[in-house]
């Protein structure tokens, strides 16, 4: 993984391909329009989404689950380096998660004709924390479908 943000305690760490450019995922990751459609654990749904993928910028996420627990997160951009790199704040303030502001970092490399996505989230208060934090690989192979079902790959 490229160099991350330095942090001892817990962490996620998430690898993987996807067939299609590395612009269009970027943009998946980006544009709130196209993360509306894929983001998230499966059968959540994003009600509101604020996402101005600038650095300096803060956002707001708010899913719902399958049966009607509200999940909301804010943050700000830290990093936005199109089409190779993506960083902001990650803060719980709706749901039962645990409130503590966490470090998404993202990292976007063409590769294989199609696009190596690794994602280091940081700054957990314990193992337990970060495990409660599933979404990610649901998400990631939501992307994967959604990819491949809108004729992203190759596009």
């Known amino acids: 993984m490229p160099t991350a943000s330095a942090w001892t305690g817990p962490v996620l760490e998430l690898?993987?391909?996807f067939n299609a450019p590395v612009d269009r995922v970027f943009a998946a990751f980006t544009d709130a329009g196209l993360l509306r459609q894929w983001w998230g654990p499966r059968d959540f749904v994003i009600?509101?989404?604020?996402?101005?993928?600038?650095?300096g910028e803060r956002y707001r996420v708010s899913l719902r689950d399958p049966d009607g627990a509200r999940?909301?997160?804010?943050?700000v951009f830290t990093i936005v380096e199109p089409p190779t790199r993506l960083g902001y704040s990650w803060q719980w303030?709706?749901?039962?998660?645990?409130?503590?502001?966490m470090l998404v970092e993202l990292w976007f490399q063409a590769e294989?004709?199609?696009?190596?996505?690794?994602?280091?989230?940081?700054?957990?208060?314990?193992?337990?924390?970060?495990?409660?934090?599933?979404?990610?690989?649901?998400?990631f192979?939501?992307?994967?479908?959604?990819?491949?079902?809108?004729?992203?790959?190759?596009?």
């Open 47 to 55: 009600e509101e989404i604020d996402f101005p993928a600038q650095v």
């Open 93 to 101: 303030v709706a749901g039962p998660l645990q409130r503590q502001e």
């Open 71 to 75: 999940y909301e997160h804010v943050g």
């Open 112 to 139: 294989r004709d199609g696009t190596r996505v690794e994602l280091r989230q940081s700054r957990f208060v314990d193992e337990a924390s970060r495990d409660a934090h599933a979404g990610w690989p649901h998400s």
């Open 141 to 155: 192979e939501r992307l994967a479908e959604w990819l491949a079902e809108t004729g992203a790959a190759g596009a």
């Open 15 to 17: 690898n993987r391909w």
